[in-house]
């Protein structure tokens, strides 16, 4: 079994400004063939795609659906089927073990940090058999620029102190990517995160630098 990851870009679609170009996502107001076109452009076998709403449901697929399943994670024990999360600014986090059994794409914002989807998927993983498991967190908004108000602040350095962060400025700010890291350390997860922010690397879609947006992915799959 081998095991692929990928993380794209918004660079080589067809998608028009505001989402040019390589939007993946049929949500956020795109002409749908573009969407479409941009989904077979992505090198990957079948995708699975999920319809994210920043909660706590796991779903484990085999196939494609035509439904897309209503979920921020989703797993999979299936070879030649890729696992897709859609973002612009949150984190794309790509799980696996390293017999290469189970892999997942895990959504994960800052309502995703506080509720534990991260930890629910790694559970869930673990009772279909994964051990050492490994994770790699994509792209996404770095603690520098996820300025946030002093009760959001509050509510998730409460239970994630290594979230806290300041601006370059000095108001609060969130580092989300750090703070996942630590939980999935905590569990003996093997992390690898990536140094690219979304706000300042204009190759990625980024909600905080333009609420009309597309969305990129994180893709991963077992071949
Ligand atoms: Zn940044």
Not at 58 to 79: N, R
Request: aromatic content about 6%; charged content about 15%; overall charge negative.
């Amino acid at each position: 079994m081998l095991l692929a990851k990928l993380f794209t870009t918004r660079d080589s679609g067809v998608s028009e400004p505001p989402f040019d170009s390589l939007n993946l996502a049929f949500h956020v107001g795109d002409d749908p063939a573009f969407v479409a076109v941009n989904r077979l452009k992505v090198a990957a076998p079948p995708i699975a795609f999920m319809n994210q709403v920043h909660g706590s449901t796991v779903v484990v697929v085999d196939s494609l659906s035509p439904q897309e399943p209503t979920a921020d994670a989703m797993i999979t024990q299936t070879k030649n089927l890729a696992l897709a999360v859609m973002v612009a600014d949150c984190i794309p986090l790509l799980l696996w073990d390293k017999a290469l059994t189970t892999i997942a794409a895990v959504h994960v914002g800052r309502r995703g940090l506080v509720n534990g989807v991260a930890l629910s998927t790694l559970n869930l993983m673990k009772e279909l058999g994964a051990i050492d498991v490994c994770a790699e967190i994509g792209p996404s908004i770095c603690g520098k620029c996820y300025e946030v108000g002093a009760d959001i602040f509050d509510e998730v350095v409460s239970g994630h102190p290594s979230a806290a962060s300041t601006t370059v400025i000095g108001t609060k700010a969130l580092d989300l990517p750090r703070a996942l890291e630590n939980v999935l350390r905590a569990k003996s997860v093997e992390v690898s995160r990536s140094s690219q922010c979304t706000v300042e690397n204009a190759h990625y879609f980024s909600y905080r630098r333009a609420p009309i947006t597309g969305r990129q992915a994180g893709l991963i799959w077992l071949s």
